[in-house]
């Protein structure tokens, strides 16, 4: 299966203005993001997904390959399956949407998430880190619930699984799942995906993945050792993200 990835870069966020033009090491955070999805191999080609010429032209001025959308999608995933749907890129089976404030994702999240559609026949796939207890009360940390085969049952914000009974919590623990920022798709079920109305669900949580689930796709979620380092949201992310930066340049070159 030919595989494309889209990273959808907004340059109208809210909590962090301008943000895929922010520095992270002197460069561009969604050129970052574009760089370490490319550099990894997973995918045949990768494009961002832009509603901006002025992230266009950056891009451009980098050597990355962005494409200009739509200024009225409601999500990142409604920009994805524009670029999805676009003539030149008709030919992949597979579509990666990975998120455009995430330059420290996983490697093995995104070849989670598409190992899922590719490789254990989910319609979407995406991936989840083992974590403890802590997160639990943080609604920033989507927790996800999967079933025996793999499949997400629920997605919140909310502390679940649930902790009912104290015996329990070894057992409990033991299921905790951070879900992160990386959704494979079948083409046609991506498609499928965007041309549903919201559902209640999503606009409750805030979480564009409820749609799919209550619609009946199946979403299959990779098990991984450790969730992504995180997105960038804030200002306190962006200096954090570049710290982390110079620590794995440092490191790289001991």
Same mark, same amino acid.
């Given at each position: ?8 870069? #907004? ?10 033009? $922010?520095?992270?090491? %002197?460069?561009?955070?969604?050129? #970052?993001?574009?760089?370490?999805? #490319? ?23 980098? *050597?990355?390959? %962005? ?8 999500? *990142? ?22 998120? /455009? ?5 996983? /490697? ?7 190992? !899922? ?13 083992? $974590?403890?207890?802590?997160? !639990? ?6 927790k996800v619930v999967r079933a025996d085969d793999g499949r997400a049952l629920y997605f919140s914000r909310a ?18 799942? =951070?879900?992160? *920022? ?14 549903l109305p919201p559902h209640p669900l999503e606009l409750v949580e805030k979480l564009e993945q409820l749609r799919?689930?209550?619609? %009946?796709?199946?979403? %299959? ?8 380092? *995180? ?15 110079? =620590? ?5 070159? $001991?």
């Amino acid at each position: 299966m030919s595989t494309l990835a889209v990273i959808p870069a #907004r340059l109208a966020a809210t909590r962090l203005p301008r943000k895929p033009l $922010r520095p992270l090491g %002197g460069v561009p955070l969604v050129v #970052r993001v574009w760089e370490r999805v #490319r550099s990894l191999g997973l995918v045949d080609r990768v494009v961002v997904a832009t509603e901006s010429p002025e992230v266009l032209e950056v891009l451009a001025v980098h *050597g990355a390959e %962005g494409v200009l959308t739509s200024d009225l999608h409601h999500s *990142g995933t409604d920009r994805v399956a524009e670029v999805a749907q676009r003539l030149e890129f008709a030919d992949f089976d597979v579509v990666v949407n990975v998120q /455009g404030d995430e330059p420290f994702m996983r /490697g093995d999240a995104i070849a989670g998430a598409i190992s !899922m559609v590719r490789d254990h026949g989910f319609e979407l796939g995406t991936a989840a880190g083992r $974590r403890g207890p802590e997160i !639990m009360s943080d609604p920033n940390c989507v927790k996800v619930v999967r079933a025996d085969d793999g499949r997400a049952l629920y997605f919140s914000r909310a502390p679940v699984p649930f902790l009912r009974d104290e015996a329990d919590r070894a057992d409990r623990d033991d299921l905790v799942l =951070q879900h992160m *920022g990386v959704y494979a798709a079948r083409r046609e079920a991506l498609l499928r995906w965007v041309r549903l109305p919201p559902h209640p669900l999503e606009l409750v949580e805030k979480l564009e993945q409820l749609r799919a689930l209550a619609a %009946g796709l199946a979403m %299959g979620v990779a098990i991984v050792e450790a969730p992504s380092w *995180g997105e960038v949201n804030t200002e306190e992310d962006l200096v954090r993200a570049n710290a982390h930066w110079e =620590q794995l340049n440092a490191d790289a070159t $001991r």
